[in-house]
């Protein structure tokens, strides 16, 4: 039975968006890409655009061929508007699709978005007939701003790039999920372990993009495969329906009248 999300009218049977960078070689990012059966991959537009990145952006376009995913490429690198605009006209022309992550960073310690810059770009990118997918911070605001502005999907961080922290606030993911009910989430950035991928899932996310955890584990294929199952298993929470934590204990086994004497 699957499962599918959307995003601008196109259907994903898989809810885990993995990145391309970091891997130990090249057959291992292919292999990681296959364990994960992910439908759509990120691809660094900047390290491809300067070359010199032995093989890994070749191996990531034929891993998607192979299974028939789609790239996204982004544009991790940019710190202003103009930047990631020209960049992202240039990730159409490379890779054939208006599909765009769309990173503005604006501050180098956190590596957080900047909010004024990201906004100024998806606004401009959206006239331009770019589908984007802004990574963004979990602030309600900025997020509503940016679906006004015609962005197809919001990708608020979890924690900031690498840190492998987990869901730092899911006070503000979980507003967020309930005050945008419609919108297209996707928890980006900041997953360290499968358990923090389903814990997003549980809360309501479409769907999570992560590279640091898998392209850094020990065993980079073993972790994709656990992260695609901790993915599905959230899923299936979430729509089975998580109960609600309480400050109390409450009987599991309700006790009423005498039911065996013992003599
Ligand atoms: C791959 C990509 O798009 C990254 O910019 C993304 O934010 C992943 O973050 P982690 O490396 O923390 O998973």
Redesign the pocket.
């Known amino acids: 039975m699957t499962d599918s999300f959307e995003i601008a009218g196109v259907p994903l049977a898989s809810r885990f968006l ?5 891997y130990p070689n090249p057959q291992l990012l292919a292999e990681a890409v296959k364990a994960s059966q992910t439908q759509l991959l ?1 691809v ?1 537009l900047k390290r491809s655009a300067q070359g010199g990145d032995n093989g890994f952006v070749a191996m990531a376009l034929a891993a998607a061929r192979a299974q028939g995913a789609r790239l ?1 490429p ?1 544009t ?1 690198g940019c710190r202003s508007a103009a930047e990631a605009v020209q960049l992202a006209c240039m990730a159409r022309e490379l890779y054939d699709t208006a599909w765009i ?1 769309l ?1 503005v960073t604006g501050d180098e310690h956190t590596l957080q978005p900047d909010p004024f810059e990201l906004l100024a770009a998806a606004s401009e990118l959206v006239k331009l007939g770019f589908t984007v997918l802004p ?1 963004c911070t979990d602030d309600l605001v900025l997020c509503r701003r940016l679906l006004d502005a015609g962005c197809a999907v919001l ?1 608020p ?8 922290q987990g869901l730092l606030n899911p006070w503000a993911l979980r507003t967020l999920r309930e005050r945008l009910p419609e919108a297209v989430l996707i928890v ?5 372990a499968p358990s923090h991928a389903a814990q997003a899932m549980e809360l309501g996310y479409d769907a999570v ?7 850094q584990a020990r065993d980079p294929v073993r972790m994709a495969h656990a992260f695609r199952d901790a993915v599905r298993a959230g899923r299936q929470a979430y729509l089975a329906g998580v109960m609600p934590a309480q400050d109390f204990a409450v009987p599991s086994t309700p006790v009423s009248g005498h039911a065996f004497v013992l003599s």
């Open positions: 993995l990145g391309t960078a970091g990120t660094g996204l982004n991790a992550k990173e990574y990708m961080w979890g924690a900031p790039i690498g840190s492998g980006d950035a900041g997953l360290g993009l992560l590279n640091s955890a898998v392209a």
